[in-house]
């Protein structure tokens, strides 16, 4: 596939390196992933439920579930147009919350809905195609490959059941699941990274002092697998922007005190541009 001058950009030499290649391949899909019809640079609102309300530029009303589950209640009329798996809404509907069961909302030819539910809420979150983000968008900033941000850290497992309330950007917090820390030393610096997760792949939320000047304000994530000898591999240079550096409809996890490093991480994504150049968000 051909990729884009964003990527080239990171050349440095005619002949790359298989990490180099390896980094520009996923650098590039990351630009197309943001900007699909679900992609983070699709979403124009979020809205929670705890009772019925409209929502703001989509027709009918909306109600969370009155039967205990997750979900909620569509109520409109067949001139609002909206399609649920396929079929015009005519009176009221019960939409299922995220799963297998979830279902497809349409509003128009370009906007989507989903149904979301965290800490015992429901809400609605409404996807365009040509939202204005997606419209602005040129490119993912980002540091060119460097093999030295490849460090290896000691695998430190939690007792199970450990947890922690992780701040979000747009305030509350989320209780998550700490399976474990990571130690590893830098620049006379010793450091113990908390993780996130339930599954194989574990989320670092870190900050570092390259934040608000030459990387995205709130900070980046970073996920890693431990390996079997009692170690982690953390390439840098695979840190991602969070949702919110693409829309302010996403509510992002704020990096715990222990994953504020004090020393610069110049490696991975910087910040999202607009087709000028200049920052889409700060």
């Not at 409404?126 to 941000?149: H, L, M, T």
Request: with cysteine.
């Amino acid at each position: 596939m051909s990729l884009p001058n964003s990527v080239t950009a990171f050349r440095q030499n005619e002949s790359m390196t298989e990490s180099d290649d390896t980094f520009a391949l996923f650098h590039s899909r990351r630009e197309i992933q943001v900007a699909e019809p679900f992609g983070s640079l699709a979403l124009v609102l979020t809205q929670w439920f705890d009772s019925e309300q409209a929502v703001w530029g989509v027709p009918g009303t909306w109600a969370p579930r009155t039967d205990g589950e997750r979900g909620l209640v569509l109520t409109a009329r067949p001139e609002d147009q909206i399609f649920v798996d396929g079929k015009l809404v005519n009176g009221s509907v019960t939409l299922n919350g995220p799963g297998d069961t979830a279902p497809s909302i349409t509003l128009s030819e370009t906007r989507r809905a989903t149904v979301i539910a965290e800490e015992g809420l429901s809400g609605l979150r409404v996807w365009d195609s040509k939202s204005e983000s997606i419209e602005k968008f040129g490119r993912i900033d980002a540091f060119p490959y460097n093999p030295d941000w490849v460090v290896k850290g000691k695998w430190k497992p939690n007792p199970t059941g450990t947890t922690m309330d992780v701040e979000k950007k747009l305030g509350a917090a989320k209780t998550e699941v700490i399976p474990g820390e990571i130690e590893f030393n830098h620049e006379g610096h010793t450091v113990s990274l908390a993780t996130i997760g339930t599954g194989k792949a574990l989320q670092i939320v870190f900050a570092d002092v390259t934040n608000g000047s030459e990387t995205y304000s709130v900070g980046r994530f970073l996920f890693v697998v431990p390996n079997i000898d009692g170690t982690v591999t953390m390439d840098f240079n695979y840190a991602v922007l969070p949702p919110c550096a693409f829309s302010y409809n996403f509510n992002c996890p704020i990096p715990p005190k222990q994953n504020r490093l004090p020393f610069a991480v110049r490696a991975g994504e910087r910040n999202v541009l607009a087709s000028d150049g200049s920052l889409l968000h700060s």
